[in-house]
């Protein structure tokens, strides 16, 4: 049995993460402050005693002892909103930079020896390589939240050479299913929700991107985790193919059972100031450990849209 401590694990896919290991058998300790997570996203681990809630922001203290004894740390606490970090540049470079330091410095002082990233596909910026590989360059990120997670996986890679610590850092690209509280799918439902008649969509609707159900995200992390001895390793997680924006409404109005709706196009290649309109990472390197990708993302799509209808 394993301690490990999530921080973010109330969010969507820290959630989904703490899932996990509870069905391993690891003691969890969860550190979020709750400001976008909520304690019904691990109700039946606490009720079991499965897990414990440490509510408390990174950039405060009083969290860093109760991490003392942990084997390994998932850092997936951050501010995920690309378009929002446009409007917050200064608490976005907090929570996703200076949080992480915070968490670094705990893991030094506290001697814990091993930490999982979660980084994004955004700091890509706008790949001419597509698919594109983990050793891409250069590396110039078009958003804040992309240049905040490039900061982060910088300092853990300085953070491994000088202090000995492990790292497994990982780039999503969109992480979607049930609990999930942002993003291009939430964003149709709303607004389907409020009006039926019509759709507004950012952008011109052609904007390509890689989609993946969270579990099949967390099952690759797991295998790297496993397989991979670090000590400092990157990783890209998503499906090997994309579906565009267009497709993205098409499927949430069939699911939602409705007709005619007007759709409504912004207009341009991109759905706001630092979206990257064309994303696709290679996996090879993760297929090259063993991980088999078990379902592409319109099969993700459709999936989370009915799991996101059906949890109201
Ligand atoms: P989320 O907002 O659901 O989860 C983030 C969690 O962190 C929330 O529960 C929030 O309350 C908590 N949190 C934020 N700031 C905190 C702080 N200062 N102190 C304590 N808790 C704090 O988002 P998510 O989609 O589950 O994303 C999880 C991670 O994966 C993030 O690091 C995000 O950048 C990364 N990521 C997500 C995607 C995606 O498609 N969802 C893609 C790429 C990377």
Known sequence: MMFCVVTGGAGFIGSHLVDALVARGDR??????????????????????AVELCVADLLGDGWQE???????LYHLAADPDVRGSARSPQAVFDNNVTATERVLEAMRTCGIPGLVFTSTSTVYGEATTIPTPENYAPLEPISVYAATKLAGEALI???????????????????????SGHGVIKDFIDKLRADPG????LGDGRQSKSYLDVRACIGAMQCVVNADPGPFAVYNIGSEDWVDVRTIADTVVREMGLEGVAYRFTGGDRGWVGDVPRMLLSVEKLRNLGWQPEIGSAASVSAAVRAMLQSG
């Open 157 to 179: 890679s300085a953070y491994c050479a000088t202090y000995g610590m492990r790292a497994w850092v990982f780039r999503f690209a969109n992480i979607i299913g049930p609990r």
């Open 198 to 201: 019509e759709l507004e969509i």
């Open 66 to 72: 109760a991490c003392r004894g942990a084997d390994l």
């Open 28 to 49: 969890v300790l969860v550190i979020d402050d709750l400001r976008a997570g909520s304690r019904e996203n691990l109700a039946a681990h606490l009720e079991s005693g």
